[in-house]
């Protein structure tokens, strides 16, 4: 019986496809809304991930993310030095400023100041150049994103450029998550960016440490806390403090969360409309197998297998379609290092599920409720 | 009111005893059918004949067990139908009866085998050997060569022979059928006929056919007239003033 469900179904290639393309689109809106959603939003803590060596920031009590932050007291490099368990600790400098291109159009880009010594504060990878140049007179590094946006087409190694009025010449291109903002990024020494940053207000905007054999992050944050009476967080701590910034100061969890409600509302109408036409197409044929003698139960089954391979083919495809989405624009600056979090298509396929049995519950009533006795009429 | 008792001595293929079966019309319970007595024998074809609203369907739907009367008993070949559950009517539905509707109702995607296949396939028998029995039935209806087609690359007459070896392919002791011959013309509905009487009809077997169709009216053994919900008639034969 369930083949025959399986012909009834497909036969009608109309409403087959339809219940398809419904269940397709519906899959496709929810996993690739949600998949840009959630990477939108992890880009809230790539200044954080971008510093993979750094296990735990020192910064202001005030301080919220890499680039919401207030400055340092210049004696807060020592204290944090001075606290047992840290094994090493770099000045960090994160600021805005205007550059001007050669061809004198102005960008605003921000500035990260890196140790002088250690060059900690780098991303981990270059694209091109190396981490040395920094070493040459007026060096910065630009990070890839923000060289495809600043010098499109070209190469920006060697580029000049007019860094709140002081020169700096691009000597690398480093391999970083872009911003939330996708501002360009221009790092340099940390020497260097004081001299880029103008004023003295802002001279030091984290303390980057790293923690002794031996002492967990979790531990020296809260022992740098109680000693200098700066905040510190761990990695991780930041890198969620960053999203949760983005969450709370942005539309964008209210605006996805609408076109992932629309995906699933429209997939609802698609799928609900289609399927029971599709029924209600075939209650003349239901009827007759209910009078034949193929129980309510059998038929429920047959509703169930239709529904299911309908779920089933129609979320593959929109799964597909993401991953593809994703693929055709994995050079897009965009989409840079976008990826599916594995509990997507389980959301995805939660409600395709939700979906498939909310419209088939629905067909099927108009099909147990029909009479055998209907089939004479 | 007519009890029509049984001419043979063995079992009746249908024994109704004060049937009756009231429809809701708004506020109105409409009396369709007023206490129906009566045995159908194996071994014939009977006809069940009577004006537009007389309860022609009303009767046979309650003769084949899938509607409900609102009182009285039905025994199909000694079971007491109206009183097994649910899924045991069902099954018992599919084991014994065959029906033959006047809207074929075959399914448009399956092949005029597999929609003759249906009630072997439902009963649980492999798709390929009920689909070989169901291509057996169709020779026997002489339409073997349409065993591939899909209903709608058929003719209407062929699609109801399709719906024929449906009603037949499992061998059910009784076959009911709404007028089988309403949309077809004399000689084909004459043809129609003797295919039924050839295939359904055997000693242990009986055909119950409702119908208003007078060109058929003698291939009949048994001729039952329903007016207003009563059976008026009972013979060989029509009655007179019909
Ligand atoms: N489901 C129902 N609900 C309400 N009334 C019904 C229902 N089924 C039948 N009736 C009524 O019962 C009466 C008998 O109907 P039935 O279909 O048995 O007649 P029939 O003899 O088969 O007529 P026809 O020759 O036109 O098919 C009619 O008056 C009809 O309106
Ligand atoms: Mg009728």
Redesign the pocket.
Known sequence: MLWIAIRMLTGDKQKFYGLLFGIAFSTLLITQQLTIFVNLLERGASGTYNVSSADVWVMDPVSRTTDVAYALPSTALDQVRGVPGVDWAVPHLRAQASVRTKDGDLEGVAIIGVDDATLIGLPKNMIDGSTEVLSQPDSVIIDDVGATRMFPGQSPIGERLELNDQRAVVRGVADAIPSFTSTVVLYTKYSQALRYVPGTRNRLSFVLVGAADGIDAKTLSERIEKQTGLKAQTRDEFARDGVQFIIENTGIPLNFGITVLLGFIVGVAIVGLTFSLFIRDNIKQFGALKAIGVTNGKIAQMVAVQAGMVGMIGYGLGVLGTVGFLTAFANDPTFKGFYIPWQIPLISFAAMVLIIVLTGWIALRGVMNTEPAAVF? | MSATEATTGSQPAIRTRGVTRD???GQQT?R?LHGIDLDVCPGELTYLV??????????ISIMCGILWPTDGDVEVFGTDIYSLSDTDLVNFRLQNIGFIFQQYNLIPSIDAASNAAVPLIAQGMDRLEARDRAVAMLDKLNIADQADKLPNQLSGGQQQRVAIARALVHEPRLVVCD?PTAALDAKSGRRVMDLLREVGVAEDRSVII?T?DNRIFDLADRILV?EDGRITHDGTDMPEDH
């Open positions: 009429r | 429809f809701k019309a409409i369709v009577g004006e537009s609203g007389s309860g022609k369907t009303t009767m007028e409702v208003h329903l």
